[in-house]
């Protein structure tokens, strides 16, 4: 045969495996995911006996199926790290290592999320601290998680994607169930994106694969069982053919329904909502059945089809919006044991800022309490779990008790490390040897100098002075008592950023300072503000002294300001005037009206208002507390996840999505401001997750009702805010009952007015002071290792960067001290964080505390670098 017949066969050979009209090779991937429906269709015993038991049956497969070629061998693909740490307390040091193997080859995957959860109403930290049991697998086991989901929810934050992103993750997938929802089946039926760049403000992102799901059912593309059509098949792997059609036929696919100009698809997920799911086979079975010379099947870790996006399409559109909360708000259904939570978090970040300064100087504090710290992490995983629901097969009651176990695993460890910093930094400073006089310490753990009030408890008589012994001069003060105990409440001035001062109490006679307010029949008033309390414990009235008078306050719908849904403003006891003095004063009113309740309104000496409410008796229904105000058409800006939203349309300028969404209930973190163009409020929030703007409302028909220029904010006080089903016999109420009995809820706000424009960085701080008050500890050291009088640990240059966090680092104080920033400015910037010691090493680390980035310090000095809104974690060794 002569060289031209042979090139001309070879030709013909190719013309006929591959027309010259073929299309390209379709990649179809299949993962096996088994959707945990944690405490919903099974407790914790058999959730934990089953993933023990699924696991070791994979680990079977994939080792028995090594011979094949690599797309059909057998894969698994958890939904929460929560599988491996189970994994790990029940299994030899062995079996986990072997486990690990699988892990670091590809054929198990886990995303760093502890379970599926839903986002929506958790502080920023809380969701960071959720991740960490992966953060320590990662540096134990040279490993990376890129994963993390969110599931079967409907809604989605925006922020999350640079929470996670920050985290080390690269890929999510999201299917929903369309159930216990009030957005319309249609809407889901139709993304703008089903392939994209789940995209924060600080420009990090994760590949999101998110399918239109076409019909109302978890078990088809867009749900959260891709890869599975019938409820129980009798052909698993012909039901896996349904699914390999219906991927081919979406590839490449511009139409009116369905938009998806890619070759490369995946099914993820099979465990529907079955306590296990054993099926390897079928997966590998499919596999091998549907591929063809146009069409490639592989059994995916899900990593897998991500990749193969990322070097395919680089390209891919980018989407910043939130999608609202839904599922999310259940937690509210038991108020207390949430915000309880919600206040632990915040007293985390003096517990550990206090941990860091006593850690420097003695490397064993507080080891004993590893496992306790672990446990606390885990349950900020768990805590928020998606199934609040509470209408599976694991009763209201067993799911209560479940999560009142998780809120006293946060809460006893954030006291616990609390009290004993407390304690141990006052160990490691100079007290007073032979005087009568008591020495106290006053710790700022925010970043910037502050002027605020501070409580140290004080068993002695009075008369007392204060002296401030930096500067030797008397600090204004006055006693007070609270909680039925008594207390020297002093106003601390110019308090360093991460430090302190040290004060000493000595009696005598205080200098006489007028009082911080003036109270006068319904009226209490200071240089700031004039506030007219009801005995109901509304206001009425609230006067901006310092703009003309001008009155905050406009009944709206029946409410006033900070009102729970008084039917009679004047029902109540008699107003009393509370710890009057030139530091503080606080007006307190009791009623009954609508259920009994406390507010105590307490104004200091600057221009910050102070409110406690508390319910004392328990309740059924939805509550919240209202503040009315006198605005003209305002825009609202809060706080969500990492991330500061304006409370519009994205086709109004706003963040939250014109489709798919549901906007009745926005995230309520540190803050939300409600403000005209030149004048606004502030109103600090510690307690409720989330509040809704004027009548906001979500049906199917109308999930998106949300009254964007309301000046009227409603803090979502607790209950159950949906139900499921219709008529008598078939409507339940999602969440827990009644509050699960709870008598006693407490509430914390704080208000300030504001000239200008909304302004973020100014509004966190302010919530942020309000949040995390002055610590006051005993000082009681022989030998001070510390300074005698004051000491700031961190100062930075750029006014816009916060701390989030300071921390010793989860493998000890010797593997260096964790610090988290926030550039709340709407622009980069290259802060310089400057220390109080030398700097040996550091590094940019994850959230999670992963290292990532060697970075070079000079000195005491390190050089950082932010892009706008940006969230950076580092790792500093002195």
């Known amino acids: 045969m002569s060289r031209l017949s042979v090139i001309l066969l070879g030709v013909v050979l190719l013309l006929l495996e591959f027309p010259l009209n073929a299309q390209p090779v379709k990649r179809l991937y299949l993962a096996n995911d088994d959707h945990t429906d944690y405490m919903w269709t099974g407790n914790e015993a058999q959730y934990d006996t089953v993933f023990v038991r699924m696991l070791d049956y994979y680990l079977r497969q994939i080792d028995s199926t090594q011979h094949l070629p690599d797309d059909f061998q057998a894969r698994f693909n958890c939904d929460g790290s929560y599988w491996l740490k189970t994994y790990q307390k029940f299994r030899s040091p062995a079996q986990f290592e072997r486990l690990i193997g699988r892990i670091r080859s590809g054929h198990i995957s886990s995303p760093l999320n502890g379970l599926v959860s839903t986002y929506g109403g958790q502080p920023t930290e809380a969701v960071l601290r959720g991740m960490y049991y992966a953060g320590q697998l990662e540096r134990q086991w040279n490993l990376r998680f890129r994963m993390a989901v969110c599931m079967e929810n409907q809604t989605l934050p925006l922020g999350l994607s640079s929470l996670w992103a920050g985290a080390g993750a690269k890929y999510s ?98 465990g529907w909502d079955d306590l296990d799911t054993y099926v390897s086979p079928a997966f590998t079975t499919a596999a091998q059945r549907y591929s063809t010379a146009t069409r490639r099947v592989r059994v995916s870790n899900e990593e897998d089809f991500f990749a193969d996006v990322e070097r395919t399409y680089p390209k891919l559109p980018t989407e910043s919006v939130s999608y609202g909360n839904e599922w999310d708000l259940y937690p509210v259904s038991m108020n207390e044991t949430t915000a309880h939570i919600r206040r632990a978090t915040e007293k985390l970040r003096s517990a550990e800022g206090l941990a860091a300064l006593v850690s420097l100087k003695d490397s064993t504090f507080a080891r004993d309490l590893k496992t306790a710290r672990d446990l606390a992490w885990e349950a900020y995983g768990l805590y928020w779990e998606h199934d609040w629901t509470a209408d599976g097969p694991v009763s209201k009651r067993e799911r209560a008790n479940w999560q009142t176990k998780l809120h006293h695993r946060i809460v006893g460890y954030v006291d616990s490390l609390y009290t004993r910093a407390v304690l141990a930094m006052g160990q490691q400073l100079k007290a007073n040897p032979g005087a009568r006089a008591q020495r106290f310490y006053v710790f700022n753990p925010l970043n910037w100098s502050r002027n605020d009030f501070a409580d140290v408890a004080y068993a002695g008589n009075g008369p007392v002075r204060v002296i401030d012994l930096q500067i030797n001069r008397e600090a204004i003060s006055q006693l007070i008592q609270k909680g039925g105990k008594s207390f020297v409440r002093i106003w601390a001035e110019n308090v360093p950023s991460v430090g302190y001062k040290v004060y000493e109490i000595q009696q005598g006679s205080p200098t006489r300072w007028p009082d911080a307010a003036e109270v006068a029949g319904e009226f209490i008033q200071n240089d700031y503000y004039r506030i007219r309390l009801k005995k109901s414990g509304v206001i009425s009235e609230l006067y901006d002294r310092k703009a003309n008078n001008r009155q905050l306050v406009k009944p709206t719908y029946g409410r006033l300001l900070n009102d729970i849904g008084t039917t009679n403003p004047d029902a109540g006891n008699s107003l009393v005037a509370e710890n009057k003095g030139p530091v503080s004063v606080t007006f307190k009113a009791v009623s009954n009206d609508p259920i009994a309740h406390t507010v105590r309104v307490t104004l200091f000496r600057n221009n910050r208002i102070d409110i406690e409410d508390s319910l004392q008796a328990n309740f059924g229904d939805v509550k919240a507390w209202s503040f009315s105000l006198n605005l003209d058409k305002p825009t609202t800006n809060h706080e969500e996840l990492g991330a500061i939203l304006t409370a519009k349309k994205e086709t109004r300028g706003g963040h939250y999505a014109s489709q798919n969404a549901r906007h009745d209930y926005q995230t309520f973190n540190h803050f939300a401001d409600v403000a005209e163009p030149t004048y606004g409020v502030t109103i600090s929030n510690q307690d409720c997750s989330f509040f809704k703007l004027g009548q906001s409302i979500a049906t199917a028909a109308r999930p998106d009702s949300l009254w964007e220029t309301s000046a009227q904010l409603n803090a979502l006080a607790g209950g159950q805010v949906d139900t499921y089903g219709s008529g008598k016999k078939d409507t339940l109420r999602l969440g827990i009952y009644n509050q699960n009995g709870v008598k006693d809820l407490r509430y914390h706000f704080a208000l300030t007015t504001h000239s200008g424009a909304f302004d973020a960085l100014v509004a966190m701080k302010f919530a942020l002071e309000h949040q995390n008050p002055l610590v006051a500890g005993a000082v009681t050291g022989n030998a001070g290792t510390y300074p005698e009088t004051t000491f700031s640990l961190l100062k930075t240059d750029a006014p816009g960067l916060l701390i989030w966090g300071l921390k010793p680092s989860e493998e000890g104080i010797n593997n260096g001290l964790i610090a988290r920033f926030w550039n709340l400015n709407k622009t980069a910037a290259t802060p310089t964080l400057n220390w109080a010691l030398p700097i040996r090493r550091a590094w940019q680390t994850t959230h999670i505390e992963t290292n990532e980035q060697v970075l070079k310090p000079i000195s005491t000095s390190l050089k950082t670098s932010f892009s706008p809104r940006q969230l950076n974690t580092y790792r500093i060794q002195f």
């Not at 867009?222 to 698993?236: F, N, Q």
């Not at 998806?260 to 698809?265: D, E, G, H, K, S």
């Open 173 to 270: 997938w999201r299917g929903v169930c369309g159930c216990a929802s009030k957005i319309s089946h249609e809407s889901l039926a139709h993304r703008r994106n089903q392939l994209y760049r789940y995209m924060g403000q600080d420009g990090r992102s994760v590949i999101m694969k998110w399918y239109n799901r076409p019909i109302y059912n978890g078990r088809t593309l867009g749900g959260y069982a891709e890869a599975r059509r019938e409820k129980v098949p009798t052909d698993i792997v012909g039901d896996m053919g349904k699914v390999i059609t219906d991927l081919s036929t979406m590839c490449d696919t511009v139409s009116a329904r369905s938009v998806y100009p890619f070759n490369v698809a995946g099914a993820f997920g099979y």
